[in-house]
């Protein structure tokens, strides 16, 4: 069955530095891995870094130049090095694993099945 380990999460000051690492385990497809996050108040979750299959990488605007995500297809890891962080986010981080996905849609959350529980970065000014 799938598993997810997510870890990494954190209070950190504006700046700071933070790595998210999620651990996948029981698939025997996939296509794209991401991270997606929930600010409080928000319904929706915002796609915020995908790895591809073939490795290409998709950010979302808002943290280029800031987060690189990184992918072990051996391992079936995600990280999520987030440099500059800012209050804006302040979120519920989650891995999430699509069996196979839209290239032009890889940071709508309809597009993965598969999800995490989530580790919370509280980013402080």
């Known amino acids: 069955y799938v598993q997810f380990v997510e870890s990494g999460g954190g209070s950190v000051q504006a700046g700071g530095s933070l790595t998210l690492s999620c651990s996948a385990s029981g698939f025997t497809k996939y296509d794209c891995m991401a991270w997606f996050r929930q600010a409080p108040g928000k319904e929706e979750r915002e796609g915020v870094a995908?790895?591809?299959?073939?490795?290409?990488?998709t950010y979302a605007d808002s943290v280029k130049g800031r987060f690189t995500i990184s992918r072990d297809n051996a391992k079936m890891t995600l990280d999520l090095q987030m440099n500059t962080l800012k209050p804006e986010d302040t979120a519920m981080y989650y891995c999430a694993v699509a069996d196979w996905c839209v290239r032009t849609e890889v940071l709508k959350s309809e597009q993965y099945f598969y999800w995490g529980q989530g580790t919370q970065v509280t980013v402080s000014s």
């Open positions: 995908v790895v591809h299959g073939g490795g290409s990488k």
